[in-house]
């Protein structure tokens, strides 16, 4: 009698060959998946520095960042804590209102401490001039108001700052006591595509 060739695949039961076409397959409907940046149009990333002035207008018909909510104590600290404003700030290239728009922040930013003034800033800043225009960098983080100078982290982008990371450096330049309207040179360091 002659011998056959060995085939391993017919070692195999059928349920066995079938739950491994399954396992083969099953990573084909992931939700998730592997691929090259290059695809993306990701290639070197560019580190980048921008400078703008933050004015932030709480007094007057043309506030433009207002009160939204406050708890129930909120007037009672000495901080202002439980406070949230929403902001629609103009960014400018120099330090006067009068100075050239190049794009606006938008965003909250409440009173998170008890204990001195801490703002949790969120906001993006959304560009509307040159090369940045309809681009946005988001930034999350701690605002220690008194602070000469704050740092806050840069958590990402759209547009040309796609994937975008970094940080903002804040420092006040001018800060009115009895309105409250402050103006505040940023310094973004920030990676990006």
Same mark, same amino acid.
């Given at each position: ?26 990573? @084909?409907?992931?939700? =998730? ?5 290059? !695809? ?18 709480? =007094? ?7 009160? /939204?909510? !406050? ?12 406070? /949230? ?8 290239? #120099?330090?006067?209102?009068? @100075?050239?728009?190049? #794009?606006?922040?938008? #965003?909250?930013?409440? @009173? ?9 800033? /969120? ?6 001039? #040159?090369?940045?225009?309809? @681009? ?10 008194? =602070?000469?100078?704050? %740092? ?18 804040? !420092? ?12 505040? %040179? ?8």
């Amino acid at each position: 009698m002659a011998k056959t060739p060995h085939n391993p695949i017919s070692a195999f039961p059928l349920g066995v060959t079938f739950f491994l076409i399954f396992l083969a397959t099953a990573n @084909s409907h992931s939700f =998730s998946r592997r691929i090259s940046p290059s !695809r993306l149009g990701l290639n070197r990333e560019k580190l980048s520095h921008l400078h703008f002035y933050f004015h932030d207008i709480v =007094s007057g018909q043309n506030a433009t960042a207002v009160q /939204v909510a !406050r708890a129930p104590t909120t007037n009672m600290t000495a901080t202002g804590f439980g406070m /949230v404003a929403m902001i629609d700030d103009p960014l400018t290239a #120099g330090p006067k209102l009068s @100075s050239k728009l190049v #794009g606006r922040a938008q #965003g909250i930013y409440a @009173s998170a401490s008890q204990s001195e003034i801490g703002l949790l800033m /969120v906001l993006n800043f959304v560009f509307v001039e #040159g090369k940045y225009n309809g @681009s946005t960098l988001s930034l999350l983080g701690r605002n220690a108001v008194l =602070s000469p100078v704050r %740092e806050m982290p840069i958590i990402g982008g759209s547009g040309l700052f796609r994937f975008a990371r970094g940080y903002a450096q804040a !420092r006040t330049l001018e800060f009115d006591r009895r309105t409250g309207d402050a103006v505040v %040179e940023y310094n973004v360091y920030v990676f990006h595509y």
